[in-house]
């Protein structure tokens, strides 16, 4: 079976159970994990914040960002399809007492306009004041999308000139990079707060980052207790994040060449594929009404894909266990399946 349903998919690598294998590890509680203690080193700046803090997961990472940056009756502006938004069981209200007002995005941004539009008078007594922003790059739900370099920068610039705390759910991050020629820490600099998975186009088994100044990060490290992800010989797990720092970081192209080719072979096919929206390891297949149908039809073929947030499209997602010859075979299967209820163009989402 050729599992194209997520890049959280991935087996760790033969060497990165080595690396595993050989971790020197201590209690993390303590700081007394040298390697979890060195990866937070290497983490923080590899995404341009001063410190990092190791946790289990990205929804614990933004989660504990979204705590510290923001105090209960504030108001929270994300992308209306984001992770923070739809995947996160209401977090922000729950843990944190925050309002979230989805903004509509195009491609998964928001403009510097939407952000003004949507500040609110700080003295009134009935309204929940807009404090926090919240970005995600790459945006999963529209397919991978990056953000241009000079959109974050406004989008920061903005949040700055109107005193409100940003965070950036960079979970794939390292896509984001690559996707737009422009270093990780060039990227996250600017954020008050920033998120990394671990466990999917880096391939570990798990494993996520918060970035953040020393001040913020004092503030994280008890948020960590206080979401219940302060872990023990956690070095276990970091040797994985060290290991795909080294290693999975600059094979990350050889993904979106990948994908960009799987988007290539299905609109040739006739497929409703657009090459224009596959800029990192997602390809968005437009397979009409029967959605359910045609994902079981493609399964038969021996692929396995998954659904959006778009109730006509699936995602096949190209990570580090998807070689040259799985992508063929997929290119060959995916359209047979679908022989069927081919569709036009994917519009732009
Ligand atoms: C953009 C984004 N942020 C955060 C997460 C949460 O990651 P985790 O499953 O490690 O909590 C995901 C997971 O798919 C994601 O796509």
């Given at each position: 079976m050729i599992d194209l349903r997520s890049d959280t998919l991935t087996q760790p690598t033969p060497a990165m159970r080595e690396a595993i294998a050989r971790a020197a590890v201590g209690d993390e509680q303590k700081r007394e994990d040298p390697t979890v203690n060195e990866l937070e080193r290497r983490g923080a700046e590899f995404l341009g914040q001063e410190e990092a803090v190791f946790l289990p997961t990205a929804t614990m990472a933004n989660q504990i960002a979204l705590n510290i940056l923001g105090n209960p009756g504030d108001a929270l502006l994300v992308e209306r399809h984001a992770h923070i938004m739809l995947s996160e069981l209401g977090g922000p209200a729950a843990h944190s007492g925050l309002l979230t007002i989805g903004l509509p995005g195009t491609n998964g941004r928001f403009s510097p306009d939407q952000v003004v539009s949507e500040?609110?008078?700080?003295?009134?007594?009935?309204v929940a004041p807009t404090r926090l922003v919240a970005v995600e790059n790459t945006h999963n739900s529209s397919g991978g999308r990056v953000w241009p370099l000079a959109e974050i920068d406004a989008i920061v610039a903005v949040c700055r000139e109107h005193d409100l705390r940003i965070h950036l759910d960079g979970a794939r991050l390292a896509n984001a990079a690559t996707g737009s020629g422009v270093e990780a820490a060039r990227i996250g600099r600017g954020f008050d707060t920033v998120t990394l998975c671990f466990s999917k186009g880096l391939g570990c088994p798990l494993g996520a980052l918060i970035a953040g100044s020393a001040e913020l990060m004092a503030r994280a490290r008890r948020g960590k207790h206080y979401f219940g992800g302060a872990m023990r010989q956690a070095g276990i797990v970091a040797a994985a994040a060290l290991y795909a720092l080294d290693h999975h970081v600059d094979r990350i192209g050889d993904d979106h060449a990948r994908a960009r080719r799987l988007a290539a072979g299905l609109a040739a096919a006739g497929l409703g594929v657009d090459l224009d929206q596959v800029e990192t390891n997602f390809v968005q297949i437009d397979?009409?009404?029967d959605r359910a149908g045609a994902i079981e039809q493609i399964k038969e073929r021996g692929v396995l894909v998954s659904t959006t947030v778009h109730p006509t499209v699936v995602r096949a997602v190209i990570h580090l266990d998807i070689s040259d010859e799985d992508v063929d075979a997929a290119v060959e299967a995916i359209p047979a399946a679908l022989g069927a209820t081919r569709t036009g163009a994917l519009r732009a989402r």
């Open positions: 500040l609110r008078d700080r003295t009134s007594v009935h397979v009409g009404a």
